[in-house]
């Protein structure tokens, strides 16, 4: 017979310890963290009927306020009331945005055809506060109208146009109008609809006084200019004038911007480092003022220079011609791979490599002209050959009509200083044509040719 005894166990072993630490602690952090999440609902209700309180109690207040002084500090009306101010509650600062704008409503018509557009005003009052939460905002609107029959006296329109060079509307424009010549001063900012346009009804009349910019992320840039003697040239955009009654409508056209990549080489291919230039060009904004007046551009940058590897790439620039130059004690420039002024398209990266040739080397630069001077003859032939007849070297001429010598081979080529070089032209539809040539340092010679 076999006795069997059985023991009763007391305690937990340690890994069912362990595993119940384990199982309490995920048990605990999944009722902190619902704790943590409703605490943080609660504080946001509570911070959103903060902010629904004190945006009710600012449109009461500007109900209140006589309507001719409804109106943003800056803005169009333009009024005593900030655009942007803080308030304190609780411990907890909010931002509250005011806007204000006139509406042209339509029940009698909107202007050209109603000569009062500026019928009421609308009011948004927008509050912000700081949460971890995406929604942390609360926007009221409101419409007040005048205490009187409606006027446009003192006021006028302004209706701001925004376009590409193909006349395709540009919405969401950022809209800049100044005007320091009123009391109050204007400062506004605002953005073009879906149709490329801003509407401003009731914009205090002004003489030249309204300095508007137009902008946009990846597009050029456009403003107006007030006339000379402030701005230092005669602008094609002037400041606009509003008029009494009147409606006035200014169209901005912009395009995408582009870039300018430059890279400048001797005729061995070295870079040129630390190389000042200057680039001119752009869109033409006005004339000089001078008898024979010269296009002023919107891009005009000196004491432009070149990095360690010969190059220089441009921040965001407008389409349109561009214009360089260099005047440097070393180096001439000899030619580019672009007929200057060359011209950059909307949106658009442009590269230009510049050719230059040292002062003190021996080098031959032909330049091939029609008859009269002006016309590049370009893919002419040209053969240099020495004072015994002798073949030096031969090549086309490029873009620019240019060509340039000795061109790299092995062994090298070099001119012998002091000895005459024919350079023979030749090309279909052109009668030949010949110069002689002492090369000393850098050397330029003009072959002019004419058409059979």
């Known amino acids: 017979m076999f006795l069997n005894i059985h ?7 340690m890994i069912e310890a362990l595993v119940g630490v384990f199982l309490m602690a995920i048990l605990s952090m999944g009722i902190y ?20 309180t004190m945006a009710e109690k600012k449109i009461e207040a500007i109900r209140a306020m006589e309507y001719k002084n409804i109106g943003v500090q800056g803005g169009i009306p333009p009024g005593i009331l900030p655009a942007t101010e803080n308030e304190t509650s609780n411990g907890t600062i909010f931002s509250v945005k005011t806007s204000i704008r ?14 009062a557009p500026a019928d009421y005003k609308q009011v948004e009052v927008k509050v912000n506060w700081p949460t971890n939460l995406e929604d942390k905002n609360v926007i009221l609107n409101t419409l007040i109208a005048p205490p009187r029959v409606e006027s446009n006296v003192g006021t006028g329109v302004l209706v701001i146009n925004t376009v590409d060079s193909q006349g395709n509307p540009i919405s969401d424009c950022n809209v800049h109008i100044k005007n320091n010549d009123l009391a109050p001063p204007i400062d506004l900012i605002d953005q073009t609809d879906i149709n490329g346009s801003l509407s401003l009804p ?28 402030t701005s230092t040239f005669n602008p094609i955009d002037l400041d606009v004038s509003i008029a009494e009654g009147a409606i006035t ?11 300018q990549n430059i890279h400048f080489a001797d005729i061995y291919g070295t870079n040129l480092p630390d190389l000042t230039f200057s680039l001119t060009g752009g869109k033409v904004i006005g004339t000089t003022v001078e008898a024979a007046p010269k296009s002023v551009y919107v891009y005009d940058q000196s004491g432009l220079l070149s990095d ?37 398209t909307a949106g658009s990266t442009t590269q230009l490599e510049i050719t230059m040739g040292s002062k ?93």
Not at 102 to 115: C, F, H, Q, R, T
Not at 409 to 415: D, H, L, Y
């Open 33 to 52: 963290a619902s704790y943590a999440f409703g605490l943080k609902i609660s504080v946001h209700n509570r911070l959103r009927t903060e902010a629904v």
């Open 360 to 452: 003190t080397d021996n080098i031959l630069v032909v330049i091939i002209r029609e008859t009269g001077g002006e016309t590049p003859v370009v893919d002419a032939n040209v053969k240099i050959t020495d004072s015994t007849g002798a073949l030096f070297q031969e090549a086309v001429s490029d873009i620019n009509g240019v060509v340039y010598f000795p061109k790299i081979e092995t062994p090298p080529k070099t001119f012998i200083p002091g000895e005459n070089y024919n350079i023979d032209v030749t090309k279909d539809g052109y009668l030949p044509g010949h110069e002689v040539g002492v090369i000393s340092g850098l050397t330029d010679k003009t072959v002019i040719l004419s058409k059979q």
């Open 249 to 259: 409508s200014k169209t901005f056209v912009i395009d995408l911007v582009s870039h």
């Open 102 to 115: 006139y509406v042209d409503d339509a029940l009698d018509d909107k202007a050209p055809i109603d000569p």
């Open 202 to 229: 009731g914009i205090p009349s002004s003489d030249i006084g309204y300095a508007i910019t137009v902008s946009k992320s990846g597009y050029e840039s456009a403003q107006t200019y007030p006339p000379y003697p």
């Open 308 to 344: 360690a590897e010969g190059k220089w790439n441009s921040p965001e620039i407008g389409k349109g011609p561009y214009y360089l130059s260099i005047a440097n004690e070393q180096y001439n420039l000899i030619t580019t791979n672009l007929s200057p002024p060359w011209s950059i």
């Open 7 to 13: 023991k009763k166990r007391l305690g937990f072993t």
